[in-house]
Each structure stands twice: as C-alpha cells, then as structure tokens.
C-alpha cells in the first residue's frame, strides 16, 4: 500500500506494521519502520520533508557516531601541541570517557549536560571540571560542523570558567620586592630572586620564564620570549609559547634589567643555550619546586595568602597602572583570542619601553622611600 504521490512513500509489511521511505539529498534511500498505525509513519515522513525545507536534514547514522569516536578523532588532529594533547588526553581518561564514550552524539542533551556536571562537580575540583567542560564542548563542535547534530548541547552559562576558592590578588610593588630580598637572603634561594623579579615586573609565565636562555636576553633589558617548558609523563617537553602571541619581546623595568644581569654572571653558564633559570645543577625549575620555595618566602615575611601564578597577575596590574593601554597589555603579557591576536601583535615596541620605565620610576620611589626611612633618626 503506497503513499501516493508526494514525498517519499509508505508501505504495509505482512505482519502488519508499515514502513516509511524516501530518497535523501544524499541519494541514499532511508526508511524506518513502525507499527500498525499508518498516522505514524506518515508524521515521521513529514518531519524529513520538512528537515529538508529548512535545509536542517542529517543523514540518520551520522548521530550514532558516539562520542569516544569524536573524542579519538579531536585527539588526533595534527595543530595540536603536544602539551595540549596530553591534557586532553588526561581529562578524557579521567573525567569523560565513562559518562560520553559510548553515547551516540544525537542522543547528548542540554539536560544530561547538565546532570553530568552536576554529579562531576562534586568529586572533581574547579579548574578540572571547567577544562573537560570546554573539552566535551570542543569535541561536540566537530559532531555539529559534521552536521550530525543540529547544535552544541553545552550550553551551562559559566561552566567553562573555573570558580576560584578565593578571587586573584596582585601583590603591591613592595610586596614584590620584599619577597625578591627574602630568596636573596637564603644562599640556597637566592638564585631565584632574579625570577620572582622577572615574573612580578616582567609578567611571563612560569612556562615562558623557566625556558629562558642566555641569549635570550637583549641589549635594553629585554627578554625574547619564543618558547616555553613543562613536565608531561615525567619527561620535559619544549613548545611554543601558550598561544599565538606568545611569542614577543617583553622590556623590564631597569632595576629589574640590572639584578638579572648579576644573576646572569653567578648563576648562568656561559654557552648562548644555558637556561637562564634552572636549579643547582642546571636543569629545569620543576614548577612544583618553584612553588614551595615562593610559598616559604611569602610565609617569611608575613604575607597574606597568596598562589605563584599571581605573581603574572601582579605584572598585569602594575604595568596597567602606568596607563598602559588593553592592546599594549596583552602584547606585553602573551595573551590572545582568534579575533584579536593579529591587533595584539601590532602593538608598537617603542611603548613597551615605556611600560618598563614607568615601573622602574614606581620601583625607585619605593625604594627611595625605604632608604629615607633607613636613614632617618629615630
């Protein structure tokens, strides 16, 4: 029994239930079958007449792909960073695969999006949970340009960003300078009082600072930032700066110029490749390291709670006190978005100069002021 004339055509099997069939754009017949109302078969053949209206219409096997198959192939592509790939690898390991590999992608909802989260933000911390959140996103992006989905079904307002225990802070010029003598003062820390520098007033990332050479340093107290360091599966791995601006010349203030260039002649070797941070014995900084031996500093002198990575934060908000503006900010610091890297890069040098000598002259006062008060009789 057909359908008559129209768009695709209906059949009645021998036991009864009916079957719906039409040509897709693609050529290939597709049809489904169901039970022994006809009403039903019907509806369904007019929803794809309609998909095809719309230009919304999908081939039906391509929402069975599942999400571990999207997932292997996102991991595979080739403009991935090695470091990238790796932590992606790792959040899918450990907080995606068994909620997403074996769900079709047509079958992943806003509302089990949702559930997923909901249950993974109770034994998953925040940055995690944020990372996997863009992660599963990312993938589910591919399925949608497949044309396998009509839309992405992340759509959590926020859940990209992670929620901080507390909101950053940025440590005043004094602060900085105060935790800089403290690693001084110690003969085992006092090779790092070069880097607490160039992070504070310079504003690298710990990645971009750690793989620093000698002759990356300049004449003018500048630093060639080209590459940056970090610890995958117990090895190092060198790559490109975080993202496409990372890659610029970042001026430090004089003062700041001054103390690497003696840190240059105790603590670096002579060769052009030394790393012009490293431990005793010349290799990379273990972030992990890094980090107790700030952390015991800050404790020393009596410093509010404060994590490593705000020492970036403070180069930020220091350099934007000189009245720097957002574009001159973001080429100073190696920050980047697809829109607005090419505008970042084209900053001029000249007024990267000027970032520094307004932090130097910041600098001088504080410490024309402590002098004073050294000086002054009691």
């Not at 230009?55 to 192939?73: H, I, L, M, Q």
């Not at 960073?81 to 690898?89: D, P």
């Not at 863009?134 to 589910?140: F, G, K, N, S």
């Not at 697809?338 to 000598?357: F, G, K, N, S, T």
């Amino acid at each position: 029994m057909g359908r008559g004339p129209g768009f695709g055509n209906i059949d009645r099997l021998p036991n009864g239930r009916y079957r719906a069939r039409y040509v897709g754009p693609d050529g290939r017949r597709r049809s489904k079958v169901f039970g022994t109302v006809k009403a039903d078969a019907r509806a369904w053949l007019s929803a794809q007449e309609a998909a095809l209206v719309r230009k919304s219409w999908r081939a039906p096997e391509a929402g069975r792909r599942t999400v571990g198959e999207y997932a292997d192939d996102y991991l595979a592509r080739n403009d991935l960073r090695e470091g990238t790939r790796s932590l992606y690898a790792s959040l899918w390991r450990h907080h995606l695969t068994d909620a997403w590999g074996a769900v079709p992608v047509e079958e992943v909802t806003p509302a089990a999006v949702r559930s997923w989260h909901v249950k993974a933000g109770r034994t998953t911390g925040p940055t995690a949970l944020a990372q996997s959140y863009r992660l599963l996103r990312a993938i589910l992006n591919v399925a949608v340009a497949d044309e396998a989905i009509p839309s992405n079904p992340c759509k959590l307002r926020g859940a990209g960003t992670p929620k901080a225990t507390r909101p950053s802070r940025a440590l005043t010029a004094s602060e900085a300078l105060r935790l800089a003598e403290q690693l001084g003062r110690n003969r085992r820390t006092e090779r790092y009082r070069a880097l607490l520098l160039v992070l504070a007033f310079g504003g690298l990332r710990f990645g971009e600072a750690t793989a620093l050479r000698r002759s990356d340093v300049l004449a003018g107290g500048r630093l060639r930032v080209e590459r940056s360091v970090r610890r995958i599966d117990n090895r190092w791995v060198i790559g490109e700066p975080k993202t496409d601006a990372g890659r610029r010349t970042v001026t430090l203030p004089a003062a700041t110029a001054a103390s690497l260039e003696v840190h240059l002649k105790k603590h670096v070797g002579g060769s052009p490749d030394a790393l012009l941070f490293s431990t005793g014995s010349g290799g990379y900084l273990a972030r992990s390291n890094w980090n107790s031996t700030f952390r015991r500093a800050a404790d020393a002198i009596g410093l509010p709670a404060v994590r490593p990575h705000e020492l970036r934060h403070t180069g930020a908000t220091l350099a934007a006190a000189t009245g720097a503006t957002t574009k001159e900010l973001m080429r100073r610091l190696g920050h980047s978005s697809p829109a607005a890297a090419l505008v970042y890069q084209h900053a001029a040098d000249d007024r990267d100069a000027e970032i520094a000598r307004a932090l130097d002259a910041m600098l001088g006062a504080i410490t024309r002021t402590r002098d004073d008060d050294i000086e002054r009789p009691r």
